[in-house]
């Protein structure tokens, strides 16, 4: 399992380069973010390094931050790929709050980070089929 960072931007020019100036002034590399808008602020999501560096400094300069446990898992890039790990999770009803997803490594794999609404249960139900859960270590080599 994973811990997400997430943290509420405001929807204003800068706003998302504040952020990033945070970990570059850190050292702190991203891997992978998302950002999901409404009218008046931005979700960004992201998966860093050193997650809990990533917190300390964001909260120093402002931002409010939240740790969330969400799981990669590697799908192969191909037609169907995904639609074959959504009949899995289909499988087990496990409820996908979102997702998002990056390439990694020098395969022709995707990683897709899920949110489950229980990610226990989703790491518990899917180590026994045929999906590669990714470890932190792979992700960040």
Known sequence: ML??????????????SAVCKVLKENSIDMRALSLADTQQFGILRMLVRDEMAAKSALEKAGFVVKLTDVLALSVPDRAGGLADVLSIIDKYNLSVEYMYAFPYADTKQAALIFRFADAAAAEKALAGE?????ASSEIFG
Do not use: T
Request: net charge negative; no cysteine; proline share 5%.
């Open 130 to 134: 045929a999906v590669e859960i990714i």
């Open 3 to 16: 811990k997400q960072l997430s943290l509420f931007v405001e929807n204003q020019p800068g706003a998302l």
